[in-house]
Nanobody, 126 residues
């Protein structure tokens, strides 16, 4: 099993950035996907999640309206489109996978996620 995250970098405040996470080693469309982040000196926190089909999403309040999570099951890939970036979005971003049934509710708890990627660093400057 592997989750390979990419797309991080150094950007200025207000910029856009798209993160990608390619999954392998498990049946991708049996899993909900999530993005979490860990800022320097802080605990890891939930950012966004998308259900197995891509038809339902959920976000933490500070990113609502600025970030969009999506997935392409044909490519085993989940994306996080980030816009209007702020310095407080600076963090290592992790993708994660959670086995679900068709009717499973969203989860913001990292303990519910089985597989994790290695993280990609996003740095937003003033």
């Amino acid at each position: 099993v592997q989750l390979q995250a990419s797309g991080g970098g150094l950007v200025q405040a207000g910029a856009f950035l798209r993160l990608s996470c390619v999954a392998s080693g498990f049946t991708f469309n049996n899993y909900a996907m999530g993005w979490f982040r860990q800022a320097p000196g802080k605990e890891r926190e939930f950012v966004a999640t998308v259900n197995w089909s891509g038809g339902s999403t959920y976000y933490v309040d500070p990113v609502k309206g600025r970030f969009a999570i999506s997935r392409d099951n044909a490519k085993n890939t989940v994306y996080l489109q980030m816009g209007s970036l702020k310095p407080e979005d600076t963090a290592v971003y992790f993708c994660a996978a959670r086995w679900v049934t068709r009717y499973s509710p969203h989860s913001t708890h990292e303990g519910d996620y089985t597989y994790w990627g290695q993280g990609t660093l996003v740095t937003v400057s003033q």
